[in-house]
């Protein structure tokens, strides 16, 4: 329901196991003497030769590191031409060294990205594995396979070469001045005429919607209501058709805004690992929604609730496992603190009218455990997986707030819309836990704890800005400032030019 923070221990697995005194004795004898052999040690990387048409590979490669969204002067070669153009073969061996070294560090940006490992804020909970791609250039330079390699640095999703192209349309925008900021005023709508302001706003969604054709009649007609309200959906916003002032403040986002929340999602595209799970749940927290993917296909999606700023849900990769039938929900004490207790005191009798106990922990000190029935805050469904977060996805009694194209709203836990159906999937492969059996768990509002046959994974991420078969870019709010966090940290740490 909340995040809690625990401290891990220095020492993993440092519980003590007792042996029997034949097994300590088998302890004691010194295992047979394997020789492994040895792997000849690769040289290192700045020491190997290049052929003329490597060099130009990996001048060109370089050359192109804008498309992955590096500044231009972050791994530009030209510092190192006049060492590969020189007459002195020394010279020329500096400027291959310096030319491996520019590669190396492009291919650990493009492979896991510019953010140092303490640059993570601690609700980043999703990190990129360590890379060092030294060996991999030798082996792949010996074995002429340099192109192969470089092209394998970047993450093989389409949801990051699709940003590659939304990086180049956006910014091509920019380089002609982006587009003009609109005009405040009464919300426009359908049949509207003679406000400067339906000219403007059909020039603004022409810029970044081919479809729109621009007469500048200041006319609200059906077309310009159809294509507002594409645009409304691309951004995430109720479609009604007017230009209210949701939708004014998404237009008025400028260019460079926009340009930066594309970069900011291409980093973290960078933080997954190479090969996610074929069968995996994603939940995109920024736009609250979950989805259910089985072959690397999705076939379950549906609308989820989220963390409020302050309550952030993190972003994680983890494993479910089981699932709580009918959970109670064991109060964190800063909710119980901060919301139940006050309204204890100002409403009498408002725990216990809501199914809540207090249990004794010992020492006079106590927690808060609301019981499993039709008040409790998880509804009837709790899907568990670790982290040190302490957050889960689970049902909710409290509907409403799916109807809402705005779902930040709770404690950082991810509120589910169809949990039940969801449960009943994941529980499909296993014999004890069918569709009935799962139904009359339910009904007799006994917990029970039921384990997946086939755990599967679940990652929560952060997209807000994603690009659809369409060939739409579409964008969403940046609720928690970590698109603008992040940008700032990585032009924080960014090495100057070599």
Avoid at 68 to 92: I, K, Q
Avoid at 128 to 134: H, K, S
């Amino acid at each position: 329901m909340t995040k809690s923070w625990t401290k891990r221990d220095a020492l993993l697995g440092g519980a003590v196991s007792l042996f029997s005194l034949s097994s300590a004795a088998a302890q004691l004898q010194n295992p047979p003497l394997v020789r492994v052999p040895q792997q000849p040690a690769l040289p290192p990387p700045t020491s190997v030769v290049l052929r003329s048409d490597q060099v130009e590979l990996l001048l060109r490669t370089l050359g192109q590191a804008y498309t992955h969204g590096f500044e231009s002067v972050a791994f530009a070669p030209d510092t190192v031409l006049p060492l590969l153009n020189a007459r002195d073969a020394g010279a020329r061996q500096a400027g291959q060294a310096q030319l491996i070294g520019l590669t190396l560090r492009y291919a650990k940006a493009v492979r896991t990205g510019r953010l140092a490992p303490d640059a993570f804020l601690g609700d980043w909970g999703l990190r990129p594995a360590p890379y060092d791609p030294g060996p991999d250039f030798v082996q792949a330079a010996a074995q002429d396979r340099l192109g192969p390699w470089l092209d394998s640095l970047p993450p093989p999703y389409t949801g990051y070469q699709t940003l590659r192209k939304g990086l180049a349309t956006y910014r091509d925008i920019a380089a002609v001045g982006g587009w003009k900021t609109l005009a405040t005023g009464e919300p426009l709508k359908l049949g509207a005429t003679g406000d400067p302001r339906i000219a403007a706003l059909e020039a603004r969604l022409a810029v970044e919607d081919a479809t729109v054709a621009v007469d500048r009649a200041p006319v609200f007609d059906a077309a310009l209501q159809q294509a507002l309200m594409r645009a409304q959906k691309r951004f995430g916003l109720n479609p009604d058709g007017g230009l209210g002032p949701a939708t004014l403040a998404a237009l008025n986002v400028p260019v460079e805004r926009r340009i930066d929340q594309i970069l900011a999602n291409m980093e973290r595209w960078r933080w997954l690992p190479q090969q996610l799970p074929a069968d995996r749940i994603q939940v995109n927290i920024a736009a609250a929604v979950m989805s259910v993917f089985h072959d690397d296909a999705p076939n379950l999606t549906m609308r989820a609730v989220t963390g409020r700023p302050g309550d952030e849900t993190p972003m994680l990769q983890s494993t479910i496992r089981s699932i709580v039938l009918n959970p109670p929900w064991n109060v964190p004490s800063s909710i119980a603190a901060k919301e139940l207790w006050p309204k204890e005191r100002a409403n009498p009798g408002y725990l216990k009218r809501n199914d809540f106990v207090v249990i004794s922990t010992g020492e006079g000190t106590s927690r808060l455990q609301q019981k499993a029935g039709p008040k409790a805050a998880l509804g009837l469904v709790k899907f568990d997986f670790d982290n040190p977060y302490g957050v889960y996805l689970h049902d909710t009694p409290s509907r409403s707030k799916f109807a809402s194209f705005s779902r930040l709203a709770s404690h950082g836990c991810v509120r589910l819309e169809k949990p039940i159906p969801l449960a009943k999937q994941l529980l499909a492969s296993s014999p004890d836990w069918q569709p009935d059996v799962v139904d009359a768990t339910l009904a007799a509002g006994k917990t029970v704890r039921a384990p997946l046959a086939q755990p599967i994974a679940v990652f929560l991420l952060y997209w807000t800005a994603y690009m659809t078969p369409d060939g739409q870019m579409n964008f969403r709010d940046d609720p928690y400032g970590w698109d603008r966090e992040l940008v700032q940290r990585i032009a924080a740490g960014a090495p100057g030019p070599a």
